[in-house]
């Protein structure tokens, strides 16, 4: 695999960092009052993507399974009849920890008649974020690009509830290929800086972990196995941000839950589809009535989400 391809494939990561945005700003109404990152917080984050880390390296451990779709049968048959499957990482979620909450969720989705290289050049290109994911994310760039590393930088906004708030945001992302047909990816945020009243005169830099806290920290882990004539592409999504106010738990919380899933999924699915009219156009052939009436942009994902939060 050469070094173009292997960067195609950490850079198909980075989309998936963007589905936790819009679930976690869902938990903050106007004038909520601004924190900081506690020590506390932080080193519950880090021992929490140390577990995760690890149980990413034991499923690479020869006998053990490697997608999460196969340690069930029911799920692969659901994955594989072209369902995308999504649920809670652990018996709780959020996961409550010292002034802060962890999210985390896994899904899957079954992408057939087409192959690795197909996936790869639906994701390849960074400079393109800021167009297929607007109004979300406003600016994108790489930073560095090397075989195995790459840095990248996405401007980042949500307008849910007013609250005018930006992230300047910086990511650092590492692919590890198994074999020909498989590889994983573990991708994490470096900088995320909330910009206050952003577009107005009055917008202002915080410095980082200060400020409304809607995203302390960033992680993901992706998995893709090419077989059974299509790619499996699995996606686990983690994500740290501030505690719910203990008067608002009991209404928010099943919220959450029902936004987290919805993300993912319609993530997932957009990979899909996105994919798929991609492939069509390489081929040379004309869209499948599918492609075109099945997909759906980053941009109706957007306006899904938000009309999610809207009740």
Known sequence: MNGNRIRTWRQGRTACLLQLIPLIWLFFPQGVYPASLESITARAWDGYIESATMRMKQRLIPGNTFLWVDEA?????????????????????????????????????????????????????????????????????????????????????????????????????????????????????????????????????????????????????????????????????IGLSRDIPASLKWLIEPIVRRVSRESISTSLRETENAVRFRADLARGGSLTARSISGASSPMDHTRLTRANQSH
Do not use: M
Not at 142 to 154: G, H, V
């Open 73 to 237: 049968s029911e799920r692969l048959a659901r994955v594989r009849a072209g369902e995308v499957v999504v649920k809670p990482v652990g018996p709780h979620s959020p996961l409550r920890v010292p002034s802060g909450l962890i999210h985390d969720w896994i899904g899957a989705v079954f992408i057939s008649n087409t192959t690795l290289t197909d996936l790869l050049r639906t994701v390849r290109d960074y400079s393109r974020y800021k167009e297929l994911y607007r109004p979300s994310v406003i600016d994108s760039k790489a930073i560095a690009t090397s075989e195995s590393q790459d840095r990248f930088y996405l401007l980042l906004s949500d307008n849910s509830f007013l609250l005018k708030t930006a992230l300047a945001t910086d990511y650092e992302s590492h692919y590890v290929r198994l074999g020909e047909q498989s590889g994983y990816g573990l991708a994490r945020s470096t900088r995320i800086q909330e910009i206050e009243n952003y577009g107005t005169q009055g917008q202002c830099t915080l410095p980082e972990d200060q400020g409304i806290g809607l995203v302390w920290r960033l992680f993901t882990i992706s998995r893709y196995a090419e077989r059974d004539g299509g790619v499996y592409f699995e996606l686990e999504a």
